[in-house]
């Protein structure tokens, strides 16, 4: 291939293989051409300049976190990773609000602002592994997400790269602003098809209260469901609600005990950072959990054992890995059909002989059905999953709740949005990547990538 | 003009008068052809196909209380009014939601999910006159915005109709997804540019505990400003933190008596609904405000008497119209920099001789700098309005903070967003209208639609 021109660029084939995939089991990877390392804007612009003129795809990559695909390698592109980028640029106190570079990772950023006093919410199960960048591109959500909303509530402003090397920048820094089309969020969520984020500026909070934590014990899974919608119809915003069943509590406790009695069916953990109002929140959250059949309630007056208690929750998906085969899906429902997501999960697990360890963002529907299994099983597993997506369309509810589309799910796309939101798709996306450049087969379909298939899997 | 095929159309000059214009000064009128008062999403089909079919300019309307010439007629065109779809179509309790058509007013649909115990917060100052589906197209703010957020943090999905008549539905009703590009965000705040919306699935809160409310009184406005920034710095929370200057107090008391001491340079009014909360985050307000040379603080424990003050902030508007000619703007600032807009205010209305009453959403730095004036002095009532625009921009804010760029501030949009910016809105726009027959002139520039000056002032 005509030469990079930009000096961070290597073409050493293991260093290639290792930088051409993330996290997601059952997607394609191609054969990249080269991997460019950015240090700097000018990296990235001189990157695409290059990679327009040429026709060649490129593939931006955070820490190569991602769940569904986002960030593999088609075949002849060129890996663009922001990883290097990693740099909190500023952190203004008095307006709550950070500017940082993509490659920031998740859980630096967070230490750095509540050196200040600050909070910044958003909390992958990957914070302290993703990057902002990462984040952005998949508008990724996480534990707080039933309180502070997802990582596009947090983008103010980013600066952008377009597909030819134009450099942009979109938002601003004031808390309100509608000049022109929010490109800020068209930007989010765009898994890196539209353009590459190497600014963002992030809102903050104020340190949050240390919150309480409550859990409580369910014998029957769906009833930790009904739990869910019963408290948050009343108006409740915890500052988390999350969700174990069995199988991912006893995947868990393979790392680490949680205590739980046996025979645990699932539980809920619920914190309030409402300072106070926290314990009136935590009581509530008693009483539906009680109405909902909870077989027993403890609401914890000590936050050190909430951390505890969080920090398990938080091993769920490393303790998944350590099964031969793991599948982690995604999908998000209504709160009212949480019981059903759960009972259907138990059903289909049940139909294709695998195990599905279910956790899950419950206060706001979002649930990680994971399926666990044999290497031999790996056809089961993928009609489970197949079966789990669906199941989660016809309860109202959405393919992907923060993973992204990927190349995981981008078949699926077409039946959850119709033909005329499809053409709108390859409209602003045929708008801003004319040339169809960056990171192909991503959201809109195209000649490049695959299907996602057990046949094509790699590792 | 080829017959419409809609059954509400009329041709009535009288009637196309009436519908021409919203209520933006110094923006120019075109002469419509039509109007259709749409009372179904076939209505708007049927009149989008025929305007693409016959390459006819087609304005959406809500209840045309927009204050940039966002629903101004251009001449030919065709006025689609929405406001006769006004059905609230469903609030379900238990999800928080609420799915309801374009024409519903604001409080009308504030006050019917307040009957269920839920609240709606985006509250422009227009909410009694306004209608939903103009806030999503302006991206309406509001007095509860500091602490809630604006109308797009609030809507889940869209019905919109594209320009050739296609239906598409974008968002969902879960509270997380990210199955696609995020095009709800991308409507909301395009001032019908892009298409028309036709159905609006809006968030829900439970009911707030009923506010607390703080006056602090200030011999300096500037003060105030300071006081702003001092007391969100530390970060709170207030559930309303607005401005008023002595211009406007004078203003609204010719309505209202509002029983502030003579002398009275500018108020802040603070809000806390944080229940338990509420009282200390009115003392730290009131701290703030005297740390920053308030002449005096008052906190409230009669809820009515905070009423009765927020009633005679929301007369501001009504109160500005009260005098021969006014332009009212809309800039954002971070709020550290308050104090130099609310200072900068005051050195251009002496510097052109125009009085300027100045209110705002301080929580927000969002401001409304209002040029009063007779009838002779348009022209410096003009130039002190962009002078106004252009503190904005220099103090790092942004030309409208939550009254969108319509006709009024077209011009501008292109010394606050860079070249890049503004060619990927016209990417944007060319790929989902791209006969430029949505609402042209708005937000991106074209051939229609005009300058707006005093030359060319209807009224």
């Given at each position: 291939m005509t030469q990079l021109p930009v000096g961070a660029t290597t073409e050493d084939p293991d260093v290639l293989a290792a930088y051409a995939r993330d996290r997601a089991s059952f997607c394609p990877v191609g054969q990249p051409a080269a991997l460019v390392r950015a240090r700097s804007v000018d990296d990235v612009v001189e990157t695409l300049q290059w990679a327009y003129e040429n026709r060649v795809p490129v593939i931006p990559q955070g820490a190569r976190t991602g769940l569904s695909g986002g960030a593999n390698a088609v075949d002849g592109c060129v890996l663009l990773s922001l990883e290097k980028m990693d740099r909190i640029l500023e952190i203004d106190v008095e307006e709550q609000i950070a500017v940082v570079q993509p490659g920031v990772i998740n859980a630096r950023l967070a230490a750095a602002v509540a050196e200040k006093g600050l909070y910044y919410p958003p909390d992958p199960g990957s914070k302290d592994i993703s990057s902002i960048g990462g984040n952005v591109a998949t508008n990724a959500g996480g534990m707080c997400c039933v309180k502070y909303g997802v990582t596009g509530d947090f983008v103010r402003a980013l600066q952008v790269v377009l597909a030819d090397g134009r450099v942009t920048r979109t938002g601003r820094r004031t808390a309100k602003g509608v000049a022109g089309y929010d490109l800020t969020r068209l930007f989010v969520g765009s898994e890196g098809t539209l353009g590459v984020v190497t600014e963002v500026t992030v809102a903050l909070r104020s340190a949050a209260a240390r919150p309480l934590t409550a859990v409580a014990f369910f014998g029957d899974a769906a009833d930790a469901g009904r739990a869910v919608a019963h408290y948050l119809g009343q108006g409740f915003r915890p500052s988390v609600l999350e969700f174990m069943d069995a199988a991912s509590i006893k995947a868990i406790s393979k790392?680490?005990?949680?205590?739980?009695?046996?025979?645990?069916?699932?539980?809920?953990?619920?914190?309030?950072?409402?300072?106070?109002?926290?314990?009136?929140?935590?009581?509530a959250f008693e009483r539906s959990a009680r109405a909902c059949h909870a077989t027993d309630v403890v609401v914890g007056d000590d936050p050190a054992e909430g951390d505890l208690l969080m920090q398990g929750r938080r091993l769920a998906g490393q303790s998944f890995e350590e099964y031969p085969g793991s599948l982690i899906d995604d999908v998000c429902v209504p709160r009212g059909k949480l019981?059903?997501?759960?009972?259907?999960?138990?059903?289909?697990?049940?139909?294709?002989?695998?195990?599905?360890?279910?956790?899950?963002?419950?206060?706001?529907?979002?649930?990680?059905?994971?399926?666990?299994?044999?290497?031999?099983?790996?056809?089961?597993?993928?009609?489970?999953?197949?079966?789990?997506?669906?199941?989660?369309?016809?309860?109202?509810?959405?393919?992907?709740?923060?993973?992204?589309?990927?190349?995981?799910?981008?078949?699926?796309?077409?039946?959850?949005?119709?033909?005329?939101?499809?053409?709108?798709?390859?409209?602003?996306?045929?708008?801003?990547?004319?040339?169809?450049?960056?990171?192909?087969?991503?959201?809109?379909?195209?000649?490049?990538?695959?299907?996602?298939?057990?046949?094509?899997?790699?590792?």
């Open positions: 790392i680490k005990d949680l205590g739980f009695p046996p025979g645990t069916g699932a539980v809920l953990i619920a914190q309030s950072d409402a300072g106070n109002n926290a314990a009136e929140e935590l009581k019981a059903e997501l759960i009972a259907g999960v138990e059903r289909i697990a049940a139909e294709h002989d695998v195990m599905i360890a279910c956790v899950g963002h419950a206060g706001d529907g979002n649930m990680h059905p994971t399926v666990l299994f044999d290497l031999d099983q790996a056809e089961q597993a993928q009609r489970a999953f197949d079966a789990v997506m669906r199941l989660g369309l016809d309860l109202g509810g959405t393919i992907t709740g923060e993973h992204g589309v990927g190349l995981l799910k981008r078949e699926w796309l077409a039946r959850e949005l119709d033909e005329a939101a499809l053409w709108a798709h390859h409209q602003v996306k045929q708008g801003l990547d004319p040339r169809g450049i960056l990171n192909p087969g991503r959201v809109v379909s195209s000649a490049s990538g695959g299907r996602a298939s057990p046949d094509r899997r790699s590792s």
